[in-house]
C-alpha cells in the first residue's frame, strides 16, 4: 500500500531500482520486510555467510570479506574491509595506531582518524569497516595492544563514539570488535612466536580461540562494556563483531546474555552482528542467540550446517529470516541501496590532506614522559653533530596482523630531522645493530637520539615487557644504556604498541613515547623534538616499573589461564585502578606526560545539578610558549557495601585544548548519573550509592591538583572540603 502512496522522487538515484523497498518514504525496517519476503529460503540461508575466503590476505583491490547480493532482486554485494589503522587492501595511509591515537585525549582527532580511515576504506570499494577495536588492555602483554585505546573505558567510549561517527560520517559502516573479553591472543613462554612474519595464533596458553573468561558480572559492566555501549548508544554503530573467545561459558558469537539480554534488549542494538574470522561455531547456537553474519564462508553458516540446523528443528526458518532482516534493515538504515557502489580506485584518495591528518594527530599523540634539565626542545642552531640511532631511526615501525597497513609513502625520523636540519650540521647514523658502531657514533656527539621500536601483532602476546620481547631488533635496552652512558644528553623517542619497562629511564635526559607513529611518523617526530610543535600527548595506559607488578602478574589463572580457564580476579582494578589500590608506584602513570609549557588550574567549583554536577575551572598557561594539556576529573566513589570494592580513582571527564602563552580557558565538564553509579549485581541495574564522593580535578592519575569531597545520593561526609593537593 505504501508503495501507492509514496511521494514523487522517493525512487531517487541510487541502484535500488524500482521495487517496493526502494520507496524511499518507507522506514528501514519496513524496506527490509519487504526486500526479505521477496527472498527466497536458499537465498536468505546463503545471505548469513560471506564468500570470498581468501580477501583476508590484504592484497590490492582484495576485500577482507565480501556479501555476494542476489541479482535477482537487485540486491548488490557487500565488501567489507579491516582495519582500525586503515584499509587492509593494498597500500593505504598509515595512520597512527590507535594506542597513539588514545593518547591524544581528543575525540575529534579520533573522527578524523576514522573519517580518514573510512574515506580509503570507500575509496577501494567498501561499505564496511571491521573497525575500531575498542577492547580494554587488561595486560600490556596482550599483542593487540597498539590497535586499541589502552587501559580506561571512559577514554575508550569517548574516543570509539567519536571514532564511529567520523567513519559512518562518509557512509561506510563501522564495526566495533570485539564483544567481548578478547583479553588476550595467547602465550608463549619460549619467546619464539610474535616476531614479524611468524604464523599467527599458534601460542601453546590462553590462546583466543579457545579461552573461555570468568567475568563478574559488575566487572563486565564497568570496565569492559562500556564503550561497546557508547558505540551502540552515542555513536550509532551499523555492526559489531564478536569475538573469538568464550565468556563465562559461552561463546561470545553464540553467547544470549552479550548478544540478546544486553545488546539488542538493553541497548536496544538495531545493527547486526558478524562473526569474527571462524569465531562461530554452531548453526544452530548462533541462530538462536543472535549471530545475524558470517563474513568468512565454510564455519557455522555455510549452507549445509544451517540446513542440519533447520532440519532438525535445533533452529527455525523465522531466525534465519530475522538475522537476514536486520542485515538488510542496517544496510537500508546506513543508505546502503540509495546511493551508487563505492569505486574500487585508489586515484580517489586524497592522499597529501591524510597524510597531513596522520601527521596532526601524531604530534598530537607524542608523549613526553622526562624531560630533564629542558633538554627538550633542542635549539637546533646550537647543534654540529647529532648522532641518531635505533631501529625506529629510519624504518617504518608497525604493528602485525589485521591492522597492519602497507603505507603509500613514508617519511622516517632520520629523513625529518635530515630535512629539518640541513647540511650545516652533521647526522651521525646507526641501526643500532651494532652498539660499538652506535657508541662510537654517540661519543662527542652535540646530542644522541636513540629510536627504539618494537613490535605487537595480532595472534602472539608478548612473552615478556621489555623492549627484547618479541627480540625483533636485538639488545636494545643495552643499547640505550650504552649510547646514555657514552653521551651524557641522549635523548630516547619509542616507536613501541604499548607500555613497555623503561629501566634505563633514570639514565637519559628526555624520553618520549611517539607510539607507531603512522606514515606521516618522522615529520612529528622532527617537529616535537626541535619544538615546532608542543608534545601532545598523554599515557592511555600505565607504564609500570617490573612486569611483576601488572594487575595479572604472578598468578596463571589470571594469565594466560589454567587450561582454558581465564579468572578476571582483579575484578574492576584494571590499569591505574589496580596500581592505585595497591598503592604501586608505576613508572609513568596512566594520564601523564609532559609539556614544553606549565599549566595551573584555578577557581575549581563543583555545583549540583539534578543527580549530578558540574565542575568548571580556569586552565591557565603559565609558561611562555604554546601548548597542549588535557586536564583530568577523576571520581573517588564510596564503597556500597564489603564487597563491592570501589577503586581510589576513575576517570571520568577531561578536555584537550591548547593555550598560547599566559593565556587562560574556563572548562566546564558533566558529572551525570552514569558517572556517579555503580553497577548493583543484586539489583542487576546502575545505582548511585548515597555517600561521601572525591571529586578530583589532575594533571595525570597521580597527579591531583584540586579535590573537593562532597555528598551526592542524599548520603552525607563530615564535612564538605576542597583540598589542594598538590600541582601548581
Ligand atoms: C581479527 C579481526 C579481523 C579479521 C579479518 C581476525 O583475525 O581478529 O579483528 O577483522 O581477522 O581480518
Not at 71 to 89: C, I, M, N
Not at 444 to 456: K, Q, R
Not at 537 to 556: H, M, Q, S, V, Y
Not at 564 to 574: A, C, M, N, Q
Amino acid at each position: 500500500m505504501a508503495v501507492l502512496l509514496a511521494a514523487p522522487g522517493a525512487w531517487a538515484a541510487g541502484r535500488c531500482g524500482k521495487h517496493p523497498w526502494c520507496n524511499r518514504s518507507l522506514g528501514p525496517a519496513a524496506r527490509a520486510a519487504l526486500l526479505e519476503k521477496a527472498l527466497t529460503s536458499e537465498e536468505k540461508i546463503d545471505l548469513l555467510a560471506g564468500d570470498d575466503l581468501f580477501g583476508v590476505g590484504g592484497g590490492a583491490h582484495m576485500h577482507t570479506g565480501t556479501s555476494d547480493g542476489v541479482p535477482r532482486v537487485g540486491l548488490p554485494t557487500t565488501y567489507y574491509s579491516d582495519g582500525p589503522v586503515g584499509p587492509r587492501q593494498g597500500q593505504a595511509t598509515a595512520l597512527p595506531i590507535p594506542l597513539g591515537l588514545a593518547a591524544t585525549f581528543s575525540p575529534q582527532l579520533a573522527f578524523r582518524h576514522g573519517d580518514v580511515a573510512a574515506n580509503e576504506a570507500k575509496s577501494k570499494g567498501n561499505d564496511v569497516i571491521f573497525a575500531p577495536t575498542v577492547n580494554i588492555m587488561r595486560t600490556p602483554l596482550n599483542g593487540r595492544t597498539f590497535e586499541g585505546y589502552g587501559e580506561d573505558p571512559y577514554l575508550d567510549s569517548r574516543l570509539a563514539v567519536g571514532w564511529i561517527k567520523g567513519a559512518q560520517s562518509e557512509h561506510v559502516i563501522a564495526d566495533v570488535k570485539h564483544y567481548a573479553g578478547n583479553k588476550q591472543e595467547g602465550a608463549d613462554p619460549s619467546g619464539e612466536s610474535g616476531h614479524p612474519g611468524s604464523p599467527l595464533g599458534a601460542e601453546p596458553f590462553g590462546s583466543r580461540y579457545i579461552v573461555n573468561d570468568h567475568i563478574d558480572e559488575r566487572t563486565f559492566r564497568e570496565i569492559y562494556l562500556p564503550h561497546f555501549e557508547a558505540a551502540v548508544k552515542d555513536a550509532h554503530v551499523g555492526t559489531i563483531m564478536c569475538a573469538y573467545n568464550l565468556v563465562n561459558g559461552f561463546y561470545s558469537c553464540e553467547n544470549h546474555h552479550l548478544l540478546q539480554t544486553i545488546l539488542e534488549h538493553e541497548w536496544g542494538f538495531k545493527g547486526y552482528v558478524l562473526a569474527d574470522y571462524g569465531a562461530a561455531h554452531n548453526a544452530a547456537a548462533s541462530l538462536n542467540n543472535g549471530l545475524d553474519f558470517e563474513p568468512w564462508p565454510g564455519f557455522a553458516y555455510a549452507p549445509p550446517q544451517v540446513h542440519i540446523a533447520l532440519a532438525t528443528m535445533q533452529a527455525t526458518q523465522a531466525q534465519v529470516n530475522a538475522h537476514v532482516g536486520r542485515v538488510l534493515r542496517t544496510l537500508f538504515a546506513y543508505g546502503f541501496f540509495d546511493r551508487r557502489a563505492f569505486r574500487d580506485d585508489d586515484a580517489q584518495i586524497p592522499k597529501k590532506a591524510h597524510a597531513r591528518t596522520a601527521d596532526r594527530i601524531e604530534e598530537s599523540a607524542i608523549t613526553l614522559l622526562t624531560n630533564r634539565r629542558r633538554a627538550l626542545p633542542l635549539k637546533a642552531r646550537r647543534l654540529h653533530t647529532v648522532a641518531l640511532i635505533g631501529a625506529g631511526a629510519d624504518g617504518f615501525t608497525t604493528g602485525g596482523g589485521s591492522a597492519d597497513v602497507k603505507p603509500f609513502s613514508f617519511v622516517s625520523p632520520r629523513q625529518a630531522i635530515a630535512k629539518r636540519l640541513g647540511k650545516r650540521v652533521k647526522i651521525r647514523y646507526a641501526d643500532g645493530s651494532d652498539h660499538e658502531a652506535a657508541v662510537a657514533a654517540a661519543k662527542g656527539a652535540d646530542v644522541a637520539i636513540v629510536i627504539p621500536a618494537d613490535y605487537l601483532t595480532e595472534g602472539a602476546d608478548r612473552s615478556c615487557l621489555t623492549l627484547e620481547c618479541p627480540n625483533a631488533h636485538g639488545d636494545q635496552d643495552g643499547l640505550i644504556e650504552e649510547v646514555a652512558a657514552a653521551n651524557r644528553k641522549t635523548i630516547v623517542v619509542l616507536e613501541t604498541g604499548g607500555p613497555v619497562l623503561t629501566p634505563w629511564r633514570n639514565k637519559v635526559r628526555a624520553l618520549l613515547e611517539a607510539w607507531y607513529p603512522g606514515e606521516q611518523g618522522g615529520t612529528a617526530i622532527a617537529r616535537v623534538l626541535f619544538g615546532g610543535a608542543d608534545p601532545g600527548g598523554r599515557l592511555p595506559a600505565t607504564f609500570p616499573k617490573n612486569e611483576g607488578d601488572i594487575p595479572t602478574a604472578g598468578d596463571p589463572a589470571k594469565y594466560p589461564g589454567l587450561g582454558k580457564d581465564v579468572y578476571y580476579k582483579e575484578g574492576v582494578l584494571v590499569g591505574y585502578r589496580w596500581y592505585d589500590a595497591k598503592r604501586i608506584a608505576p613508572a609513568f602513570p596512566f594520564g601523564s606526560g609532559l609539556s614544553y609549557t606549565h599549566f595551573a588550574y584555578r577557581n575549581f567549583r563543583v555545583r549540583r545539578r539534578g543527580v549530578g554536577a558540574r565542575v568548571s575551572f580556569t586552565v591557565v598557561n603559565t609558561g611562555r610558549r604554546r601548548g597542549s594539556d588535557v586536564p583530568q576529573l577523576y571520581l573517588g566513589l564510596p564503597q556500597p557495601g564489603p564487597n563491592v570494592i570501589q577503586p581510589p580513582r576513575q576517570l571520568k571527564g577531561f578536555r584537550r585544548l591548547t593555550l598560547g602563552p599566559h593565556k587562560k580557558k574556563r572548562v566546564t565538564l558533566t558529572i551525570d548519573r552514569r558517572a556517579l553509579s555503580y553497577w548493583n549485581t543484586g539489583a542487576n541495574g546502575w545505582r548511585v550509592a548515597p555517600g561521601c564522593y572525591r571529586v578530583m580535578l589532575g594533571h595525570s592519575s597521580r597527579n591531583i591538583a584540586r579535590q573537593i569531597i562532597m555528598p551526592f545520593a542524599g548520603g552525607s561526609c563530615r564535612q564538605t572540603v576542597a583540598v589542594l593537593v598538590g600541582g601548581r
